[in-house]
């Protein structure tokens, strides 16, 4: 198994411009989410999904959108990329257990604005 | 919504226990203590969680306060590859996966 795969690896955008960042798993979880992470500071939340076609905000969904078209796949859009938005991207996916739900984590995709 | 409160940084030797503190004050009676760790440029992995009694597992052991309001992950034998950001998080089952935040963590540094 391949785990949580996210594509790109790296990525730099120019003010404005827009880009989609892919994340793909093949554990068959249903939950999905997409965190970023600030030089030197923990993961905040951005956009989460509970099934295919639902998805839902975080805590800091604004400038970002996203689509689980199918189970598998969860895409981050950002339409016009703005240097705050310069950060490292983590996408994970989890089961919904009784126990809460361990989260498996991608390597990540860094992410530079100019 | 629930909060932890963990020290910033710790340091210790190779082959030393290490026990890693985390406060949770606020913890309800639906909050799981979660544990995960940060290995430098990569994503977060799962380390152990638990309700109300002491969990065991390959990595690590969690040490779990009789009141909830506190827990202590427990490296038994800390190693150079255990030098990571440790987040100790509180998973309430009831509410939606909305509620997933980690906060900055504590930077373990493990000396040889």
């Known amino acids: 198994n391949a785990g949580v795969t996210q594509t790109p690896k790296f990525r730099v955008l120019k003010t404005g411009q827009s880009m989609t960042l892919l994340c793909a798993q093949d554990m068959n979880h249903e939950y999905m989410y997409w965190y970023r992470q600030d030089p030197g500071m923990g993961l905040r939340l951005i956009h989460y999904s509970v099934g295919e076609g639902t998805t839902a905000k975080g805590e800091v969904p604004d400038g970002y959108n996203v689509s689980r078209l199918k189970k598998q796949n969860f895409l981050l859009g950002l339409e016009s990329a703005a240097p705050s938005q310069t950060s490292v991207y983590f996408c994970?996916?989890?089961?919904?257990?009784?126990?809460?739900?361990?989260?498996?984590f991608g390597p990540g995709t860094r992410l530079t604005v100019t | 919504d629930a909060k932890t409160t963990q020290p910033n940084s710790m340091e210790s030797n190779e082959e030393e226990p290490v026990h890693l503190p985390c406060n949770h004050s606020?913890?309800?009676?639906?909050?799981?203590i979660h544990w995960y760790r940060q290995l430098p440029s990569q994503g977060p992995e799962y380390v152990i969680h638990g309700l109300t009694s002491n969990v065991n597992n390959r990595m690590a052991s969690l040490a779990i306060a009789e009141d909830r309001k506190s827990s202590t992950l427990i490296l038994h034998r800390a190693t150079l590859r255990d030098a990571a950001v440790y987040y100790c998080?509180?998973?309430?089952?009831?509410?939606?996966?909305?509620?997933?935040?980690f906060g900055d963590g504590t930077t373990l540094t493990v000396k040889p």
């Open positions: 998080i509180l998973r309430d089952v009831v509410a939606n996966a909305g509620k997933s935040t």
């Open positions: 606020t913890i309800s009676g639906t909050d799981y």
């Open positions: 994970a996916s989890s089961y919904w257990l009784a126990t809460g739900y361990e989260q498996y």
